[in-house]
């Protein structure tokens, strides 16, 4: 089960840290990645994490800006965002993959947090 939180209302310009907490003790057995839907629009990727968190993939909308960072002893991943843009306003998804391969497509994702809004003021 995964639990998404740190959303809420924010400027532009202006930072927020997304978590998302995972139960089970299998928590560094999996790739993990952020997707985010805005309304009207389809889902998409924006980053993902390897298992051990030595690598990581970023949508090109967001590198520079975003970081995403895992504490295995925590079985939580994290996106820091900062500099955030009235377009980086959706409901963000943390998931989770059993494969080894850090994919940036949904399909591959095997577990789905409930998504956390995110709203970015002009």
């Known amino acids: 089960q995964l639990q998404a939180s740190g959303g809420g209302l924010v400027q532009a310009g202006g930072s927020l840290r997304l978590s998302c907490a995972a139960s089970?003790?299998?928590?560094?057995?999996?790739?993990m990645g952020w997707f985010r839907q805005a309304p009207g629009k389809e889902r998409e990727f924006v980053a993902a994490?390897?298992?051990?968190?030595?690598?990581?993939y970023y949508a090109d909308s967001v590198k520079g800006r975003f970081t995403i960072s895992r504490d295995n002893a925590k079985n939580t991943v994290y996106l820091q965002m900062n500099s955030l843009k009235p377009e980086d306003a959706a409901v963000y998804y943390c998931?989770?993959?059993?494969?080894?391969?850090?994919?940036?497509?949904?399909?591959?994702?095997?577990?789905w947090g409930q998504g956390t809004q995110v709203t970015v003021s002009s």
């Open positions: 998931a989770a993959d059993m494969t080894i391969a850090v994919r940036t497509t949904e399909a591959p994702y095997d577990y």
């Open positions: 994490i390897s298992r051990s968190g030595a690598s990581t």
């Open positions: 089970g003790r299998t928590f560094s057995y999996y790739v």
